[in-house]
């Protein structure tokens, strides 16, 4: 289910909603009526948790394409490049939210704890971890709350959000695999952001660690420990990450991304692809085909 585009657009909540809060609930029925662009690739800069009681639906997640079914959950993370068919029949519901209108009331690092909202991820068997009444009921309740609106909705709404993502994470089955330091893992946090920010023109650790106020080997250090990874490594990877949507999902030349991505030549982001894939980008791209 390939779908092209000539641009990956960057979507808000915003631009869902003109008077959005930076959280939006909705039945499943409703949502390819009123949000039917959201099938287009788009780069998501929220969360999205999307719950099947009825039917399913096929998703193509940044280059992984997942199927699911009825009684299952999807949760897709921010900066997210996702395309979908969601059958015409499917009944569920889906909730969209930001780490901004999470941390008006839990700060960011409560809202970070949850490890399941780190990755992509499909939630099978969600009958036999979760009492499925009891989330049919926060979503009912939400929903509620939502066309409700007055001037307790949004904390009340945080403390409903709050609920459901403690439901998912104990149904998630991801631990993490090293003790939890919250002022290195924050530190992290922080390098990722700034990777995000400046990943394009920016290649070399030492400039994430003097903007941080740390030392290269000091961030190299609490970035294998905490992703396993090396600050180079983390660095690499999304760059290859941006490579492959922008191959996957738009109608870009080899020629436009390796300037988009900021490399000197084209020369030298194919010798980079091939490193890391075995292959050049064009057979990558025909690949996913």
Known sequence: ???RTEEINVLTLEDMESSNIGFIVTPLHTFNQRYGFLSLPNQRMFYTIIYFEEEGGRFAIDQTIVQVEKGEALSIAPSSVCTFEIHKEAKGWILLF???????????????????????????????NIDISKLRMMMDSMYDELKLSDKDSKT?????????????ERCSGIR????????????????EQ????????????????????????????ICRE???KSVGELIRDRILMEAERLLYHTFKTVSEISF????????YFITFFKKKHGISPEEFRKMQR
């Open 98 to 128: 930001t780490d901004a209108f999470f941390t008006k009331r839990y700060n960011d690092n409560v809202l970070h704890d949850f490890s399941f909202l780190k990755n992509n991820a499909v939630y099978k068997q969600l009958e036999n």
């Open 226 to 228: 905490r992703r396993n």
């Open 156 to 168: 009340i709404l945080r403390s409903y959000l709050n609920i459901v993502l403690g439901m998912l």
């Open 176 to 191: 993490l695999a090293t003790p939890y330091n919250k002022e290195r893992e924050n530190r992290v946090r922080a390098f």
């Open 260 to 267: 988009e991505l900021g490399f000197d030549s084209s020369s």
């Open 194 to 221: 700034l990777l995000e920010q400046y990943y394009k023109s920016e290649r070399f650790p030492s400039f994430y660690a003097e903007k941080l106020n740390i030392s290269t080997n000091y961030l190299n250090r």
């Open 1 to 3: 289910m390939v779908v």
